[in-house]
């Protein structure tokens, strides 16, 4: 099928063989590797995936690079990470995406879509996360040609042209590694959150019409931009997610999860605040 299918890589000989059967529809298959030491390498060579190889240096930047140096065989690219998997629901209106700018039936529109938001159905503890952690919107269907990336993490699209909204989901296993691959993870995460959040601090007012906006992701990066200077983000994240999201619907896997991404919120405020100190010339810590 005229999909191609880019999946990031860095040790994921656990995730990676049940991602790679999610995608068998697709012939050109390309993993993206941040040097792994296990057998990520071995496991794309025995699936016919094609594999390149990069040090990471935050997701928009190393998105970025696969958008300018990878030559990917079909127009569409649907990108994936290793815990993350593909549905036939989701892989049936991809392709007729695809099929009809093949076909010709939408390419000579120009505002037909050339990039799609996405959502994934969250799972933690056998359990998905319907209402604490939602499916939400992610640029994952796109045009290479026609996007770039920005932020080291959770990243946000730049999109030359029209964008449009896929109706189904694809499933994320984000805690297949276990608890503490995912705490290491976010601590990480927190770092690029931080400096972000103060360069977001520095650069970008605040620009409260857009929260009116009638784009989804228009709103959501202004909220975010708001949750920047708001005091007790940890506690409002908690109280949001599993109050006004209705978190507590999801029982007790729900109610740990916003423990934890209120943990992470706490992470990142802690670490902006010890930036903020190291620019006043003062100790971090």
């Not at 995608?23 to 050109?28: E, I, L, N, T």
């Not at 990878?70 to 209106?93: C, G, N």
């Not at 964008?163 to 503490?180: A, P």
């Not at 506690?235 to 423990?259: E, I």
Request: charged content about 25%; some cysteine.
């Amino acid at each position: 099928m005229p999909i191609s299918i880019f999946i990031q890589t860095l040790n994921e000989e656990e995730n990676l063989p049940s991602c790679l059967d999610s995608v068998r529809f697709s012939d050109d298959v390309v993993v993206l590797d941040s040097y792994s030491t296990d057998r990520t390498e071995a496991i794309c060579s025995e699936r016919g995936a094609r594999f390149f190889q990069r040090a990471y240096d935050g997701r928009g930047t190393h998105q970025n690079w696969a958008m300018e140096n990878i030559d990917f065989k079909h127009r569409w690219v649907f990108y994936l990470d290793a815990d993350e998997h593909m549905t036939p629901e989701l892989q049936s209106e991809i392709e007729q995406i695809a099929q009809s700018w093949e076909s010709g039936a939408l390419s000579q529109d120009k505002d037909s879509p050339v990039a799609y938001y996405g959502g994934r159905k969250n799972y933690f503890r056998g359990k998905w996360l319907k209402r604490s952690m939602p499916p939400g919107h992610i640029m994952r269907f796109f045009q290479p040609p026609h996007i770039r990336f920005a932020r080291k993490a959770n990243p946000i699209p730049t999109v030359d042209g029209e964008v449009g909204y896929l109706k189904e989901h694809f499933l994320h296993f984000n805690f297949s590694k276990g608890l503490t691959e995912w705490i290491a993870r976010h601590n990480k995460y927190a770092t690029y959150e931080a400096e972000e959040t103060m360069k977001s601090l520095k650069e970008r007012p605040m620009q409260l019409g857009k929260l009116f906006s009638t784009d989804a992701m228009t709103r959501r990066y202004e909220l975010k931009n708001l949750s920047f200077r708001m005091p007790c983000r940890p506690v409002l994240k908690f109280l949001y997610m599993y109050l006004v999201q209705l978190g507590f619907l999801d029982g007790r896997a729900g109610f740990t999860y916003c423990r934890l991404q209120a943990l992470y919120e706490y992470l990142i405020v802690q670490k902006v605040k010890e930036m903020q100190r190291i620019d006043r010339g003062l100790p971090g810590s």
